[in-house]
């Protein structure tokens, strides 16, 4: 006698057969997420391109420091030719000149005497320049010795120690500084009918240089005057010159 067939039996069998496909495929895709959340970690080279291709963003290894942002953009609007004697990245780079010995450069940076830490330039030799930014000279109203001692030493434990900061003085930098800033070296407060800045003149000197800047003037020029001058619109722009 011929085995009666269930009717339920048989929709149910043919139910499993169509959703079968989709099921399988819902277990390969949460099969294949836990192996990409398995390798991310350890995503380098050829592997992190597949992740990324795989659309999961490769974390990034090797953050650096947040305050490295403006000098980092100071650095993009310099020109070709600084550019060419000190590049950002590598061994000997600005990047890591200002990173080295614990980031003693980049802390000297940031507590720059007037504030606004600006990476203008590089020198002849290619080390990078760093001023002070704001428009106007720091340390007003005082001599030249006076001046050059401010920015070249602080005093700790009754000691002068040296502070690893200069004035900046050598025409090559002031032009640099005006080139990058597209403004004198030092700019006219209102009401005032000049400015300027005090360059290195060495110890005693009999005459001291500085840079000044009358009204219409668009880049400093060059002068010499006694070392006791003191006047409150003549002081300096501070230079961190990064070895």
Not at 32 to 51: D, E, S
Not at 90 to 106: H, I, M, P, S
Request: aromatic share 6%; hydrophobic share 40%; net charge negative.
């Amino acid at each position: 006698m011929a085995e009666t067939i269930d009717q339920v039996a048989v929709d149910a069998a043919l139910k499993t057969l169509q959703d079968a496909p989709g099921t399988l495929l819902a277990a390969r895709e949460t099969e294949l997420t836990a192996l990409i959340a398995k390798a991310r970690p350890a995503a380098t080279g050829a592997l992190a391109g597949g992740v990324a291709e795989a659309g999961v963003a490769a974390p990034d290894a090797t953050p650096e420091d947040p305050r490295l942002v403006s000098f980092k953009a100071n650095y993009d609007h310099w020109s070709d030719v600084a550019k060419a004697r000190c590049p950002w990245d590598g061994d000997k780079g600005v990047k890591a000149r200002l990173l080295g010995n614990g980031g003693e450069a980049l802390n000297k940076a940031e507590s720059i005497p007037g504030g606004k830490p600006t990476l203008f330039g590089a020198d002849s030799q290619g080390n990078p320049l760093i001023a002070n930014g704001g428009p106007h000279a720091v340390l007003t109203g005082m001599n030249y010795a006076d001046t050059s001692n401010a920015i070249r030493f602080a005093e700790k434990d009754g000691k002068k120690v040296p502070t690893g900061y200069e004035m900046l003085s050598e025409e090559a930098d002031i032009r640099a500084f005006e080139t990058f800033a597209d403004q004198p070296v030092v700019r006219i407060a209102e009401g005032n009918a000049w400015a300027g800045i005090w360059r290195e003149s060495g110890e005693d000197p009999a005459r001291a240089r500085y840079a000044g800047v009358n009204a219409g003037n668009t880049r400093a020029y060059l002068y010499e005057a006694g070392p006791e001058l003191h006047d409150p619109v003549l002081g300096v722009r501070c230079l961190l010159r990064v070895l």
